[in-house]
């Protein structure tokens, strides 16, 4: 139980990022665009041992990308780095991003033994922004919180961050990124989000 | 009249010491000014882990019911609600205080020892605080991030804070019938949190691509997670688009850069600091051989 706990909190911090834009935008709410995302979580990990790895991927693709502003996310993680990107570069981080996002979510979300998400509570930031507080009630343990950052996108919200039990995933998704671009190089850092990818597909 | 020597610990306790080189390189990590010597000795807990740690915890874990395992953690757990009631007092939190005085009675006498968490059944959570935080409280700066052999990631505020609290734990003062006990009572508890420790350890193999970056990221964020209470921390700059490292960091760059003289006046001991670094280094390269020759 755990180790089961361990990896949910934690997928947070490894996973959510995938890109493109979004050809249907529909009007929505911060707190439904979170609802929304959370149930579709909660029915692939129900279904998660049927559907096995590629059906999880396959189901968790669009719920991702309707629910987190990635071309956003990933400029953001590149930081200054970003701007020594070929126009190439961009793109193809773009796709690896998208790719290792869902991947993370497919393999951390592969089952379910009673887990729930209640939604707490709403709170504007002080730049637009609002944060929806949530967390997930998991059956014998300790509840795990997600704070959702979100920012107006279009006529909708989109997800920037994601907050578990404290630990902001694109601060550490931030630190990470640029510290390997600056020290290995923008083929090293595809190279290693490729391995990552590959490795979630194994397991 | 303050001693040089005295400094230095001043220097160190508040992380203003730096490395010969870290601070006259240009980009570097504001929280972690001390990174070559900290991925030395973060290696070499990897590799302590490894080959010594890991396979003794599982083995442990092997052969240990679960029920045991959870024994053994509630029991350590329970002793630590000693310096969490110590701290919640030094941090003027009297309500929690007595909640938590509730929670180290109830474990510890219908808990059998602190066997078993009654406490929570009965709505008493366990509340995590400690010296570090306390310190934080009372407006102490963190300082910077250390590694320390055998004693992993904190902070040159947690290092010092972390001694108060194994000073004011009653695990470390357990010695029945006789104090040779006390030795095997900490392997003990060592050896329990680095057994409960695995599923935290897979993760970051398999999430990390910088596990020493993943580590230092999340212990630092964990912290102040704890500092504040689980407080969100609602300032969503860097969500901007056009978020810019140097603004971000500024400030912390000229603190730093005030410092950056009298840092520079203790070079030598910054020299020692790597010269340390690198004997660990070389430990870690034994280490590695050792296994090498073992394997053939």
Request: charged letters at 25%; zero cysteines; glycine letters at 6%.
């Given at each position: 139980m755990r180790l089961k706990k361990l990896a949910i909190l934690t997928l947070s911090l490894s996973s ?88 993370s979510?497919?393999h951390n979300f592969k ?25 997930l009630?998991i059956?014998?343990d300790k509840p795990v919180k997600f ?15 994601i907050i578990a039990n404290g630990v902001s995933d694109?601060a550490l998704k931030?630190s990470e ?19 990552k990818?590959?490795n979630y597909?194994?397991q | ?41 973060y290696d070499?807990n990897e590799s302590v882990d490894h080959?010594v740690a890991a396979p003794i915890a599982n083995?442990y874990k092997?052969?240990?019911?679960d029920?045991?395992q959870t024994?053994v953690f509630?029991?350590f757990n329970?002793?630590k ?45 366990q509340?995590d605080?400690d ?14 991030y250390?590694v320390?052999?055998l004693l992993g990631p904190m902070?040159?505020?947690s ?30 508890s060592a050896l329990n949190a680095r057994a409960n420790a695995e599923g935290a350890l897979k993760f970051i193999n398999e999430a990390a691509m910088d596990k020493y970056v993943f580590t230092r990221e999340s212990f630092l964020q964990w912290r102040k997670n704890l ?70």
């Amino acid at each position: 139980m755990r180790l089961k706990k361990l990896a949910i909190l934690t997928l947070s911090l490894s996973s959510f990022y995938a890109a493109s834009a979004f050809s249907q935008e529909e009007s929505a709410t911060a707190r439904q665009i979170i609802d929304k995302f959370q149930t579709e979580l909660i029915h692939v990990m129900k279904d998660g041992k049927k559907l096995g790895y590629a059906g999880r991927y396959e189901k968790l693709e669009p719920a991702v990308m309707n629910s987190h502003d990635l071309p956003k996310i990933a400029r953001i993680v590149v930081g200054k780095e970003g701007e020594k990107l070929t126009e190439e570069q961009q793109k193809k981080l773009a796709d690896v991003f998208t790719r290792i996002s869902v991947a993370s979510y497919a393999h951390n979300f592969k089952d379910f033994s009673g887990e729930e998400f209640v939604i707490d509570s709403e709170e504007e930031t002080k730049n637009g922004g609002v944060v929806i507080h949530s967390h997930l009630t998991i059956p014998d343990d300790k509840p795990v919180k997600f704070d959702y950052m979100l920012k107006e996108k279009g006529a909708s919200w989109r997800i920037i961050n994601i907050i578990a039990n404290g630990v902001s995933d694109l601060a550490l998704k931030r630190s990470e990124y640029t510290a390997i671009l600056q020290r290995d190089g923008f083929d090293a850092l595809i190279s290693q989000i490729n391995e990552k990818i590959d490795n979630y597909a194994k397991q | 009249m303050i001693k040089p020597s005295n400094i230095k610990v001043i220097m160190l306790v508040f992380g203003v010491m730096a490395s010969t080189n870290s601070m006259a390189k240009d980009k570097y990590n504001v929280d972690d000014p001390y990174e070559s010597f900290n991925r030395k000795m973060y290696d070499f807990n990897e590799s302590v882990d490894h080959y010594v740690a890991a396979p003794i915890a599982n083995g442990y874990k092997a052969v240990t019911p679960d029920f045991l395992q959870t024994g053994v953690f509630n029991f350590f757990n329970n002793l630590k609600n000693f310096n969490v009631v110590i701290n919640d007092v030094l941090q003027a939190k009297f309500s929690q205080s007595a909640s938590d005085m509730g929670r180290l009675t109830m474990n510890t006498t219908a808990g059998l020892g602190g066997f078993f968490d009654v406490a929570k059944h009965v709505g008493l959570e366990q509340n995590d605080e400690d010296f570090d935080q306390t310190l934080a409280v009372w407006g102490i700066p963190k300082g910077s991030y250390l590694v320390l052999p055998l004693l992993g990631p904190m902070t040159t505020r947690s290092a010092p804070a972390s001694a108060f609290d194994a000073a004011t734990n009653p695990a470390s003062y357990v010695s029945i019938p006789a104090n040779y006990i006390s030795a095997p009572v900490q392997f003990m508890s060592a050896l329990n949190a680095r057994a409960n420790a695995e599923g935290a350890l897979k993760f970051i193999n398999e999430a990390a691509m910088d596990k020493y970056v993943f580590t230092r990221e999340s212990f630092l964020q964990w912290r102040k997670n704890l500092e504040s209470d689980g407080k969100v921390n609602m300032d969503d700059d860097l969500m901007a688009d056009n978020v810019d490292d140097t603004s971000l960091t500024q400030n912390w760059r000229d603190y730093g850069k005030q410092f950056e003289n009298t840092a520079q006046s203790f070079s030598s001991v910054a020299r020692q600091f790597d010269h340390t670094a690198q004997t660990y280094e070389q430990a870690n390269h034994k280490i590695a051989q050792v296994q090498k020759l073992h394997k053939k």
